[in-house]
């Protein structure tokens, strides 16, 4: 119900794009969000974003080179990835949920399958 692409493999300082297909009836009303798994580490929270496009909310190594963003009319996500550094590199996970509590702490109803991001320096 979530497929996320634009992954791949770009250079530190580059920027790349996620995008985030939802095929939920309910995607309006749900908190729309991207995690991040590196190798050997756990999933993390990167981003998310309200309902209506707004409130969005950002993990701190990510404030200020990530945006995200997304399209109602099309139940789209994006994750705009600028001025990327190797830490960066992990599957990104596209995930949903009525609720933000819920989605935030990685306990929600929705994933993806994950794209993979490789980040060379």
């Known amino acids: 119900q979530l497929v996320e692409s634009g992954g791949g493999l770009v250079q530190a300082g580059d920027s790349l794009r996620l995008s985030c297909a939802a095929s939920?009836?309910?995607?309006?009303?749900?908190?729309m969000g991207w995690f991040r798994q590196a190798p050997g580490k756990e999933r993390e929270f990167v981003a998310s974003i309200g309902w209506s496009g707004t409130d969005d909310y950002y993990e701190d190594s990510v404030k200020g080179r990530f945006f995200i963003s997304r399209d109602n009319v099309n139940h789209m996500v994006y994750l705009q990835m600028n001025s990327l550094k190797s830490e960066d590199t992990a599957i990104y996970y596209c995930?949903?949920?009525?609720?933000?509590?819920?989605?935030?702490?990685?306990?929600?109803?929705?994933w993806g399958q994950g794209t993979q991001v490789t980040v060379s320096s």
């Open positions: 995930a949903g949920d009525l609720n933000w509590g819920r989605l935030v702490h990685g306990i929600n109803d929705y």
């Open positions: 939920i009836q309910t995607f309006t009303d749900l908190y």
